[in-house]
Each structure stands twice: as structure tokens, then as C-alpha cells.
């Protein structure tokens, strides 16, 4: 279910091993061990087929989607009409589809699914027996609602017509979900504090999340589905990517960023697509683009000068932007002061240092100037440019949206309470779950390598390996399969073998020790 289990299988010896985790895995989500072998189709596309079957031998096929970007063999985008299909291939495809309702008799809505080779040849998959997450893009290409239709053919009666309606234009739609693609897709969990998607013609929005609800670890993590439909393909992908950059979505981390870069990268805008892009591109889609720390710092600028202005309750962020006035005009400028803020969720820490000015209106010390300044929105010119911050806070976390991008930061108490400290090494749960197995001969005083797989925690539908963070001893494992645990929990700490390093090492230079112990720990 949701490619669950599947594992690629590339030379004899790992055979056993993966066959045994697969069965174990089935077995624990569906109560069923059995395992399917089938070719791996490398660089394969994948293209499925609407249909939609009446119980008086109608049978529609609503046109092609491709749903090729992919992670965990789960998907990401999805679009219709599938692009870059010859008129032969297309029809084949649709001729398999109805062929494979009718030799079944089936009536209702579903999907029959292919993987299309890098030489055009089609692959049967499975059929889903159901709607799918991604009908939508098929509804706003034909004008259907497919649910109406599946309950008008569920109550016996026919299709409207024996013919399925012309298409018009080009839809796309995105999976908006609650994980980490740069932790390998890690899901997060927690209070989705807000989720404003804009409204444009063309745009939709399915989601069962509005803000204030929390989003656990019993179900996948996806938050919502944005769906963009307009005459041409590349007018599509662009309202897409536009609606996503400027949504304002307050919480757990989420891939709407990786989602804007998926929709703008080269390959992504050519349509050379196959199941294997988030496996070639992800390092780069998920790296700090150029100036982007640069644009990371003047929103943490903006968050300090709002924080500066006063309270700001949470949620709230929106009001009248215009000149602060603080307290009685001063003869003197204040002393310069500072606020720390590390940014979510790559960990970067920032400084900002500011002072307040003659009128009261705290000013920044790196040279921009302040247009207005509100405890929720801050307005800057930089570079010649105006830009403009809506500035949110929810306890600790602050929210900072522009219309280029959204950030997020936790400011830092000037002091630190030491019992709050992690020892170095330490493995924690990255979300609530539970322990469903330790790697082989796991035990306090094991030797272990750096990222080899100690621990699997499953969560939200998934299995998730905690790694040993460096080389080193296992001194520690409170982890035990079936044990159920919170997010943070300890699971097992690893001593770093450079951690008794010789003099000449620099990670045992009392000036370079801490920084090289914090990034073992990251």
C-alpha cells in the first residue's frame, strides 16, 4: 500500500536479507508476508489511466497522468495530461486500461497504472480498484466531479454519455506533506499553527488541516494537495509554484520548498521525468541556493526589529505597516543590543544586532534601512529594493513570509540552562513511535560504524533508521523492539572514536573541540 515495502534488488547476496525485512514489514502493517518479485524498471515513467466504468458497458478512459516524481515510491506531483506522449503510445495505454475494467466486468471509478521504459514501452503495474489522490487533475482537465460520478454508477446508474467529455488545458497538482526531505523525507508531527493557501483563478485546495490542528503519527503526513489548471502546461506549473512559494504554512517543517524547486528545475520545466528524480537531484534541490543566506538573515533581521517593536500575539501577524513610535524621543541613540535566532530546520544561528534610533524606531547595524516597522511586519530597503516581512510568533517560533519564500527560526534565551544540554552522541526519536527492531549484535560496547543503521523506529506508516551520527563505541542503548517512544526520547549514545584523538587531531584542540563535537552530533 502506498509502495510500502519495496525494495530494489540489485545482486544475488541481499537477496535473503531483503526478502525477510519486506515479509516482517508486511506482515506487521497488513498481517500478510507475502512478497511479490517483479522487474525493476530503471529510469522508468509513471503513467496511469483513469477509468470509469458504469454497470450498462460503458467505459471511460479519462485521459493519461504522470505521477513520476516519486520518494519512498510514494507521489509527490502529479499531472495531467501526462506529457510527452506520442498519439500510439497514448492510445495504447488507454486501450490497455479499458480493456483490463472490461475483461472484469468492473463498474465504478479506478486506476490502472504503467511503467513506461526510457524506450517508450509500457509496463503493466497494478489497477487501483478506487479513486486516487491525484484525481484531481483529472477533474479540472475533463470538468468532472468523480465522486458524484462513482456514486451515481454505484446506485446503478449509467454514464452520462457512452463518450467521455473533450479535455481542456493542463492540471498539476502537488502533495503538500509534513517531513524533512533533506533528513531523508524524516516526517514531523506537531501543531499546524496556520495554512493559507492564496486563492487565484485556477487554484485549488483539498486538505482536511485548517490551523490550530496537530498532525500525529498515525496517519501519512501529508497536509494538503495544491492543485493549478490552466490552458498550457507551462502556465500550470508556473501557478503552482507561485501559489506554493507564497502560502503561509506556520508548524511542523514541511516540502514546500522542495516543492517550488521540483516545479522550476530544468528538467522538471522540459518534462524529461522518471521515477528516479528526487534520486538524482535531491542533494541539490534541498542545498542553500546562492543568496539564500543572505535572504535568511534579513528575515531574521526583520523578526529582531519586530520583536523590538513589541508584543506580538501569536498567530497574529497582519495589521496596518507604518513608522513604530517607542516610548519618549531620546537625546542619545540607545546601546546597541542583540538577538539570536537559529533557523529551522537546517540549524544556521544568527546574530542580529540592532539599536534604537532618535524617534524611537529600532534600526538594524548591517545597513538596511527601515521603511516601517509593526510588531508584526517589518518593511526594509536593501540593495535598492523594498521589501516587505509579515512577522508571526507562537511561543519561541517565529514565522517570517515574503513573497519570494517563508522562514522560520527559534529565537535563543541569551542563557542556556545546563541540564538542557544532550550529551554528544546521544541518538534521540525523531518522532513519536515505536522500536520495531536493533541492527545484529547490538549492545553497549559494540563497535559502530558512521551511518550504519542501528535502530528502526516506524511512524506515520513508515519505517525510519536512526543512524550512528560517527565511528565510535556504543556506550549506551535504552532502545528495546517494541518499545513505545516519544519524540526526543534518548535511544542510545555513541562516543565518537575521535573523541580520544591525539593532540595533533583538530578535533582535540580545545578551541575547534566544541564545534566539531556539535556538528557530530548534527
Keep these: 500500500g502506498g509502495g510500502r515495502g519495496m525494495r530494489i534488488v540489485r545482486d544475488l547476496a541481499s537477496l ?26 530503471e529510469r522508468g515513467r509513471h503513467v496511469e489511466v483513469q477509468v470509469m466504468a458504469d454497470g450498462q458497458g460503458t467505459v ?21 495530461p501526462a506529457p510527452g506522449l506520442d498519439d500510439g503510445l497514448r492510445r495504447r495505454l488507454h486501450d490497455a486500461a479499458v480493456a483490463a475494467a472490461q475483461a472484469v466486468g468492473y463498474r465504478g471509478a ?18 487501483n480498484t478506487r479513486l486516487q489522490v491525484e484525481h484531481p487533475v483529472t477533474e479540472a482537465v475533463f470538468g468532472l466531479d468523480l465522486v458524484a460520478l462513482q456514486l451515481r454508477v454505484a446506485e446503478g446508474g449509467p454514464l452520462p454519455t457512452t463518450t467521455p467529455p473533450e479535455p481542456r488545458g493542463h492540471a498539476v497538482e502537488a502533495r503538500l506533506y509534513a517531513e524533512d526531505p533533506a533528513r531523508d523525507w524524516q516526517p514531523q508531527t506537531g501543531a499546524l499553527l496556520s495554512l493559507d493557501v492564496p486563492e487565484a483563478p485556477g487554484l485549488r485546495l483539498d486538505t482536511g488541516y485548517t490551523g490550530g490542528d496537530t498532525i500525529g503519527v498515525h496517519y501519512d503526513p501529508m497536509i494538503a494537495k495544491i492543485i493549478a489548471h490552466a490552458p498550457t502546461r507551462t502556465e500550470a506549473v508556473r501557478l503552482l509554484a507561485r501559489a506554493l512559494e507564497r502560502a503561509r504554512i506556520h508548524g511542523p517543517v514541511t516540502n514546500r520548498d522542495l516543492l517550488v524547486r521540483s516545479l522550476r528545475h530544468p528538467d522538471f520545466v522540459a518534462a524529461r521525468l522518471d521515477t528516479g528524480f528526487y534520486d ?26 519586530a520583536a523590538a517593536a513589541g508584543p506580538s500575539p501569536a498567530g497574529t501577524g497582519t495589521g496596518r505597516v507604518g513608522p513604530a513610535r517607542f516610548g519618549a524621543w531620546r537625546n542619545l541613540p540607545a546601546r546597541p543590543q542583540t538577538r539570536s535566532y537559529r533557523s529551522e530546520p537546517d540549524g544556521t544561528e544568527y546574530e542580529i544586532a540592532y539599536r534604537t534610533g532618535r524617534d524611537g524606531i529600532p534600526v538594524p547595524g548591517t545597513g538596511e534601512r527601515v521603511v516601517a516597522v509593526h510588531p508584526g511586519a517589518v518593511t526594509l530597503e536593501t540593495d535598492g529594493l523594498t521589501r516587505h516581512f509579515t512577522v508571526t510568533v507562537h511561543g519561541d517560533r517565529v514565522h517570517v513570509d515574503t513573497s519570494s519564500g517563508s522562514y ?25 513511535g515505536t522500536v520495531v527492531r536493533l541492527a545484529d549484535g547490538l549492545a553497549p560496547g559494540a563497535a559502530v560504524e558512521a551511518g550504519q543503521p542501528l535502530i528502526w523506529l516506524e511512524a ?6 536512526i543512524l550512528a551520527p560517527a565511528s565510535g ?27 580520544n584523538a591525539p593532540a595533533d587531531d583538530p578535533a582535540s584542540d580545545p578551541v575547534n573541540a566544541s564545534a566539531h563535537q556539535e556538528e557530530t552530533t548534527r
Design 16 to 41: 535473503p536479507g531483503e526478502l525477510t525485512a519486506a515479509s516482517a514489514e508486511a506482515v506487521s502493517a497488513f498481517g500478510d508476508g507475502e512478497v511479490f518479485a517483479e522487474p525493476y524498471v
Design 473 to 499: 563505541t556504543l556506550t549506551a542503548l535504552h532502545a528495546a523492539p517494541g518499545l513505545q517512544v516519544e519524540v526526543g526520547a534518548l535511544l542510545a549514545v555513541v562516543q565518537d572514536a575521535s573523541a
Design 280 to 305: 538524482r537531484h535531491l542533494t541539490t534541490l534541498t542545498a542553500t541556493a546562492p543568496g539564500e543566506d543572505a535572504a535568511r538573515r534579513l528575515a531574521a533581521t526583520a523578526a529582531a526589529l
Design 460 to 465: 506515520m506508516k513508515m519505517e525510519h533508521r
Design 60 to 80: 471511460w478512459a479519462l485521459g493519461t497522468r504522470d505521477c513520476s516524481l516519486q520518494r519512498r515510491h510514494q507521489k509527490v506531483v502529479e499531472e495531467a
Design 408 to 432: 522560520a527560526f527559534t529565537a535563543l534565551p541569551r542563557f542556556t540552562d545546563p541540564a538542557e544540554r544532550t550529551e554528544p552522541g546521544s541518538l534521540l526519536a525523531p518522532m513519536p
Design 110 to 127: 479506478g486506476t490502472v497504472e504503467f511503467l513506461v521504459s526510457a524506450e517508450g514501452r509500457p509496463w503493466f503495474l497494478e489497477m
